[in-house]
């Protein structure tokens, strides 16, 4: 059987265009396959896992667990493989990555969230119970009996030297005063005056009978 020169040229451009074609597909799947992040979260562990990302410019990843970092801000360069282990946690957590590529204008950037539950057999810690305040109660003190009841021995006082001074005199308590009687317009020796005129009254009566009656005798 013989095959023309024409039928062998439309043979080798066919398997041309499937060559290319298959190369092309290949191709353009690659950039699909790539940039792609792979990263997991259990109850205790975060696993990290990224891939063919643009080498030779600052790609950085982080990973926080809520609000709180886990993982710094790291920069890597075409891959970077981590496995972080989760503090305990008595409620579920949100877990939380992000990925900043520098390369391609950043069009392969990620930032993700998922939650980490609970472990099985993981109680919560009790919550300590608040202190007691202690209430300590006053020590009664003995007071010690005056030598006499109801009198108060005084205390020396010091000096400002520290040598105790000599006691002061004790200053007699002032004695009621009896207050002036209103001046009346008669003084207190009045009744004496008058007892004397009184006397002399009596005397003078007594001296005119005895001469009137030594008269009478003599008439």
């Known amino acids: 059987m013989i095959i023309s020169r024409r039928s062998w040229r439309g043979a080798g451009a066919l398997v041309a265009a499937a060559v290319v074609g298959l190369t092309g597909g290949v191709i353009s799947a690659g950039p699909a ?41 790291r920069t890597f360069d075409r891959e970077f493989h981590e496995k972080l282990t989760l503090p305990e946690h008595s409620a579920p957590v949100t877990v939380r990555l992000v990925v900043k590529d520098a390369g391609e204008g950043g069009k392969h950037s990620l930032d993700e969230t998922k939650t980490a539950e609970v472990c099985e057999g993981t109680t919560p810690s009790p919550t300590p119970p608040s202190p007691t305040p202690t209430v300590t109660e006053p020590t009664p003190t003995e007071s010690t009996p005056s030598e006499t009841p109801g009198t108060q021995t005084p205390e020396p006082s010091t000096t400002p030297s520290g040598q105790p001074s000599e006691s002061a005199p004790a200053v007699p308590a002032p004695s009621p005063t009896t207050p002036d009687l209103a001046e009346t317009g008669s003084s207190s020796a009045t009744p004496v005056i008058g007892a004397a005129a009184l006397a002399v009254l009596l005397a003078g009566g007594g001296i005119l009978w005895a001469v009137r009656k030594r008269r009478t005798s003599e008439n």
């Open 33 to 73: 396959m790539a940039h792609t992040p792979t990263w997991s979260v259990t109850c205790s562990e975060v696993t990290v896992d990224l891939k063919d990302y643009t080498s030779g410019v600052p790609n950085t990843v982080t990973v926080s667990v809520d609000g709180k970092d886990l993982l710094p801000t």
